[in-house]
């Protein structure tokens, strides 16, 4: 009887976890759609955008480190399950924003589909044995770029933009 009621609790949590893993997949894109759009737009509300998500610096204040062209500003959500880097670098005639998010997790191709949908962007995915990997466009100017990438031990999405002076 008690091996009975094991079963049936057991076959009861599986659709709860995959659920349950479905909207953290989903809370990682959404906050790098949010903090990264923030960041390649150059929004001067990015930090207060970042800490509404979660997110703090890593001992506590979001600095930016400048180190010759570079300027990074690394973030870490309070769960530890995500990091955010953005990274500026300029050069003479012109300048280059990449904001990458990092999980530690792979987030099944399926999860990256849902993500980008309702976004309407040009691209799509490319095959891959053993990966999943996605390019995109976003619409109108600047040009910037979102490349999805998801292995067996982690998803890496970034959002890059380039400016000419």
């Known amino acids: 009887m008690i091996r009975r009621l094991l079963i049936l609790g057991a ?4 659709p709860a ?7 953290g997949s989903a809370h990682v894109f959404d906050r790098f759609w949010k903090i990264c759009s923030a960041a390649v737009d150059d929004k001067p509300e990015l930090e207060s955008i970042a800490t509404s998500s979660g997110f703090k610096g890593p001992n506590g204040a979001m600095m930016a480190m ?4 570079q300027s990074i500003r690394p973030m870490m959500a ?3 399950k995500q990091t955010i880097n953005v990274i500026v670098t300029k050069y003479e005639d012109a300048r280059e924003i990449e904001c ?10 399926a ?4 993500a980008i949908a309702p976004l309407s962007l040009d691209g799509g995915f490319t095959p891959v044995p053993g990966q999943t990997i996605g ?3 976003r619409h109108g100017l600047p040009f910037v770029l979102i490349t999805a990438t998801s292995t067996s ?3 890496v999405l970034t959002m890059r933009r380039i400016d000419t002076q």
Do not use: F, Y
């Not at 400048?66 to 062209?69: E, I, L, M, Q, S």
């Not at 999860?111 to 849902?114: A, K, P, Q, R, S």
């Open 66 to 69: 400048t180190v010759g062209r």
């Open 100 to 109: 990458m998010s990092i999980n530690p997790t792979p987030t099944p191709r």
């Open 135 to 137: 390019r995109w466009k």
């Open 78 to 80: 309070d769960d530890n």
């Open 17 to 23: 976890l995959a659920h349950a893993q479905d909207n």
């Open 11 to 14: 076959a009861a949590l599986v």
């Open 111 to 114: 999860d990256l589909e849902l």
């Open 153 to 155: 031990g982690s998803t």
